[in-house]
């Protein structure tokens, strides 16, 4: 065994293995996603107590093993509880999405400092009550930019002029963002988006995610198309929770609200 590291971390996501060992994924600022095996976790109250859930923030203790990616935890300290998300069933889906766009988009143990900080902030919001909507779009925003994928939201992929909010503007995902009318390519698959939802966007990219406030239906409505795309592109494995969130919102039309 490797010398013990300590480190906070969130929970993304925990499951049972054998009859009393649990496998947990974590995203650390530090390590990146770390996976790792905790022995005994199911009967030690005194190494784990019960802290190896999604949502939590903890200080873990582990050990690196020699010629495997699989984590040896040692302890886990319960540094902070999201409680709203075992208490509201919308808020509880849109926290499980962040999750699993993170677990999804960290690989490995690579600096994760930026994404830990941005999964903080965004779970701290929904816990404080801000809009579940405006949250979950800039999040999905922040992270392509972090992920190294920033869409141009403000400003055309082709010629470099700003969005006009009044006129129409047209998501290209080959791209990477939007483009005006005049630098739509022959043949090119697009999907027309208001020039205010482009604003909004651009806006959501720019603030900070506990600033996210986008009152607009319509405009929210289709920004959730158009981030839902760029996420695909980066991320084109299927993502339960995105179904989850749609099953649980019942004023939803099939998009991720």
Do not use: W
Request: aromatic content about 6%; proline content about 5%.
């Amino acid at each position: 065994m490797g010398l013990e590291v300590a480190a906070p971390a969130f929970v993304l996501h925990s499951r049972a293995y054998a009859e009393s060992d649990r496998i947990v994924t974590f995203l650390t600022a530090d390590h990146g996603k770390l996976t790792g095996i905790a022995k005994g976790a199911k009967n030690s109250r005194r190494r784990f107590g019960g802290t190896l859930e999604p949502f939590h923030l903890v200080r873990i203790v582990y050990q690196e093993r020699p010629g495997t990616d699989l984590t040896f935890l040692v302890r886990s300290e319960l540094l902070h509880l999201h409680r709203s998300f075992t208490s509201d069933l919308d808020r509880y889906a849109a926290g499980s999405y962040l999750l699993e766009l993170t677990d999804k988009t960290v690989f490995g143990p690579e600096p994760g400092g930026a994404i830990f900080r941005l999964l903080r902030d965004a779970l701290v919001a929904l816990e404080a009550g801000v809009p579940i909507d405006p949250v979950l779009r800039a999040f999905e925003l922040h992270l392509l930019a972090a992920s190294g994928y920033a869409p141009a939201l403000d400003l055309c992929r082709g010629c470099g002029v700003a969005a006009v909010p009044e006129s129409t503007v047209f998501l290209t995902v080959d791209r990477g963002g939007l483009v005006c009318r005049a630098c739509v390519r022959p043949g090119e698959r697009v999907r027309p988006v208001a020039g205010a939802t482009a604003a909004a966007l651009a806006r959501l990219a720019e603030a900070p995610i506990t600033a996210a406030v986008t009152a607009d239906p319509a405009v929210l409505s289709e920004a959730a198309i158009v981030a839902g795309q760029l996420i695909d592109a980066v991320i084109p494995s299927r993502l339960r929770s995105r179904e989850f969130l749609q099953r649980t919102r019942v004023d939803s039309a099939g998009l991720v609200r």
